[in-house]
C-alpha cells in the first residue's frame, strides 16, 4: 500500500490512439474535450493496473482504492489522472457515479478470470463500457433517452475488444471472458486458445459472441437519431459504423492467427457514412 500511496497509477503506454474508436475526437467541442479526455485517461489507469502482470489482485486493489479515494475527495494525492477527473467533474457539474462504477469492473478484473455464461458477461459491461458512453452523454446534457443505445454501442464495442484479444489475455493475464456456457455448448476448450489458429468449436463460439454484437449494434443505430448535440451525433455515428466494420472484420478474420483490428478505411467509411447524420 505504501507504494500506491506514492502514485497509485501504472500506465501502460497505451493513450487514446490505441483505441478502436476516437476518444474525445475534434468531433466533438473543443470545451468539452479535455473533460472526456480526463475521463478517458482516468479510466487508461485504472485499466492498466487492473491488467498488470506483475501486480497481484491485493495490490491491484489497493491501488484501485487510492484512485477512488482521490476521486472523491477522500484523498488529496495518489493519483493524478483521478485528481484531474476530480477537477473536472466539479467544473462540469458532472456525477462522479460513472467513473465509480468503471471501477467496479477494474476490481473484478484483479479478482475474476472466467465468466459463466452471457450474463455474466453482460454484467461485467455494464461497469466496464457502458459507464463511458454515459459519461459523454452526461457532459453534453443529453437526455437518459439515450442511454439504451449508447449501452448497447459500448457493450458491442467491449466484446469486440475481448474477441480481438482473447489469445493475449489468456496468456498473459490467464483471463477468459468468453463465456463457459457458450464454450462447453460449442465443444470448445480453453486449451484451443492457445492454438496459433482457431479451431471449429472456438470459431463457433467467436461467431454466436459476434451475432450478440450485431445485434447490439442494430440497437446502437438508434443512438445518433437521439443525440441532440450535433458534433457529437456526428462522433456517436462514426463510432457506431466503426463497430459494425469491426465486428465485420471479426468474422472474417482469426483473432488467433493475428490481431484482427480496423484500418484507414475503414475510419473513412465510417466517416462518410456518418455525414448523413449532420443536418
Known amino acids: ?14 493513450d487514446r490512439g490505441d483505441e478502436n474508436f476516437p476518444v474525445g475526437s475534434a468531433l466533438i467541442a473543443a470545451r468539452l474535450r479535455p473533460h472526456v479526455h480526463a475521463f478517458y485517461a482516468f479510466a487508461r489507469n485504472a485499466d492498466d493496473i487492473a ?10 486493489l489497493a491501488r484501485l482504492d487510492v484512485m477512488e479515494a482521490v476521486l472523491t475527495g477522500a484523498r488529496a494525492a495518489g493519483s493524478a489522472s483521478a485528481a484531474r477527473l476530480r477537477d473536472s467533474l466539479a467544473a462540469t457539474g458532472t456525477t462522479d457515479r460513472h467513473a465509480r462504477d468503471l471501477l467496479i469492473a477494474f476490481r473484478q478484473d484483479a479478482t475474476q478470470r472466467r465468466y459463466a455464461d452471457w450474463a455474466a458477461l ?7 463500457a457502458m459507464p463511458v458512453g454515459r459519461h459523454v452523454l452526461d457532459l453534453h446534457g443529453e437526455s437518459r433517452d439515450t442511454w439504451a443505445a449508447s449501452d448497447a454501442l459500448c457493450t458491442a464495442l467491449q466484446v469486440e475488444n475481448h474477441l480481438q484479444d482473447c489469445a493475449a489475455d489468456l496468456a498473459t493475464l490467464d483471463r477468459l471472458y468468453l463465456p463457459a456456457e457458450l464454450m462447453a455448448a460449442h465443444g470448445a476448450e480453453v486449451a484451443d486458445l492457445r492454438a496459433p489458429s482457431a479451431s471449429p468449436a472456438l470459431r463457433a463460439v467467436l461467431d454466436a459472441l459476434l451475432d450478440r454484437c450485431d445485434a447490439l449494434n442494430r440497437s446502437a443505430g438508434a443512438l445518433p437519431r437521439r443525440t441532440r448535440d450535433r458534433r457529437l451525433r456526428l462522433e456517436t455515428a462514426v463510432i457506431v459504423g466503426l463497430s459494425r466494420r469491426l465486428a465485420a472484420r471479426l468474422r472474417r ?11 484507414k478505411s475503414d475510419a473513412l467509411g465510417s466517416i462518410l457514412a456518418a455525414l448523413r447524420f449532420l443536418p
Do not use: F, I, N, Q
Not at 51 to 60: E, Q, R, Y
Open 1 to 14: 500500500m505504501s507504494a500506491a500511496a506514492d502514485s497509485a497509477e501504472a500506465w501502460s503506454g497505451k
Open 51 to 60: 491488467d498488470s502482470a506483475t501486480l497481484d489482485p491485493a495490490a491491484k
Open 253 to 263: 478474420g482469426d483473432p488467433l492467427a493475428g490481431r484482427v483490428a480496423l484500418g
Open 122 to 128: 453482460y454484467d461485467y459491461c455494464r461497469h466496464s
